[in-house]
């Protein structure tokens, strides 16, 4: 496997492992009513989908096998979010708190991509891309958590 289709297997795994926890945390924040918070998290989850379909494209001009679901760890932090919704009842500061783990699990994959020193100049050109939009939703995760503690 080429570092380039590691890579983008890598980050897809990710970026769909976000847009489902996005989506997960929209619904739990939705029982919360905060609905202020909602629509952000759909559209976090949308663009992790697009990102990832961007990616999926991307590996199909190099004809790489990629796959569509998300990483066994992640899935483990999906499960782990479902406890900690047992326990805080569907706050929304446990949500948040929760979605910034996994919006930091994200900046660093990101980070892992851009230190391979031998992907394509195409590839890296949507990476940096991206972890820009990817770091700024992890900031914004974060002050909006934050501001409910």
Do not use: C, P
Not at 109 to 130: C, F, G, M, P, W
Request: zero cysteines.
């Amino acid at each position: 496997m080429s570092t380039d289709e590691q890579v983008r297997k890598n980050l897809i795994e990710v970026l769909e492992d976000g847009k489902k926890g996005f989506a997960e945390a929209a619904d739990k924040l939705a029982e919360s009513n905060r609905m202020d918070l909602v629509a952000k998290f759909r559209d976090y989850s949308e663009q992790r989908g697009e990102f990832a379909s961007e990616l999926r494209n991307m590996a199909g001009s190099d004809d790489d096998s990629l796959t569509e679901s998300g990483s066994a760890g992640a899935a483990l932090h999906r499960g782990w979010m479902a406890i900690k919704d047992a326990l805080t009842g569907s706050d929304a500061e446990g949500v948040l708190d929760v979605a910034e783990q996994g919006e930091d699990h994200a900046v660093s994959e990101y980070e892992k991509a851009l230190d391979e020193t031998d992907i394509s100049i195409d590839l890296r050109n949507v990476i940096e891309r991206q972890f820009a939009v990817v770091q700024a939703a992890h900031d914004d995760v974060r002050a909006l958590r934050d501001a409910t503690t």
